[in-house]
């Protein structure tokens, strides 16, 4: 049976996920959300993994994020990720970097230590994803920003979202700044809601 691979992510009203390669929001709650959601194993000895692109990580103010495995993917600049992981100082928290996605989940499917796997971002890696790997993703985490009007430049394929995953009703809960909305893959379901919740 193939590991639990899911997409995290967070976005305004319109789908936007970051300007200028950062986010445009700083919720605390919502990061404490991202970060349990991430950390949290069933097995012992085990850890989850986050799957990201170059300018993701190169977007983390604190990197690599501890207590997970942290994966770069980058074709171009793949020499040059693998020098600087090779210098990082912090020597806790495992990085890898590979040139495909592809390549990616065939390591993640032999190491043994990783339970499960989420895709954080950016834009270019979440539509890869859900272009290429649609039936590899289980399931999605999305919190939908919704207490300003945030200008984005980066956004996700909400089309392909809601053709594919199903919202119930009981995992979608209302904060007072965003709401956190958790989507399994329609091929796992039988009972499904298409469209967003009003």
């Avoid at 445009?24 to 949290?40: D, G, M, Q, V």
């Avoid at 501890?66 to 928290?93: M, P, Q, W």
């Avoid at 270019?124 to 207490?147: P, V």
Wanted: charged residues 25%; neutral net charge.
């Amino acid at each position: 049976m193939k590991k639990n691979l899911s997409i995290i992510v967070a976005s305004t009203l319109k789908y936007g996920i970051g300007y200028d390669n950062k986010l445009c929001w700083n919720i605390p709650a919502e990061l404490k959300y991202f970060r349990h959601i991430t950390t949290s194993c069933l097995r012992e000895n085990t850890k989850n993994c986050i799957i990201m692109g170059k300018n993701t990580w190169y977007s983390l103010p604190k990197a690599p994020l501890k207590n997970r495995v942290n994966i770069i993917i980058s074709s171009n600049d793949y020499d040059k990720i693998a020098k600087e992981i090779s210098e990082l100082t912090d020597k806790t928290t495992t990085v890898y970097v590979f040139k495909t996605i592809e390549d990616a989940l065939i390591y993640i499917e032999s190491d043994d230590i990783i339970e499960s796997s989420f895709i954080i971002g950016g834009a270019q890696l979440y539509n890869s994803f859900l272009e290429k790997h649609i039936k590899d993703i289980k399931s999605i985490y999305w919190s939908i920003i919704y207490d300003k009007d945030y200008t984005c430049d980066k956004f996700i394929a909400s089309n392909v979202i809601y053709n594919h995953f199903s919202f119930q009703k009981e995992d979608i809960i209302i904060n007072d700044k965003y709401i956190s909305m958790y989507g399994v893959n329609k091929n796992n379901l039988n009972s499904i809601i298409d469209e967003p919740p009003d």
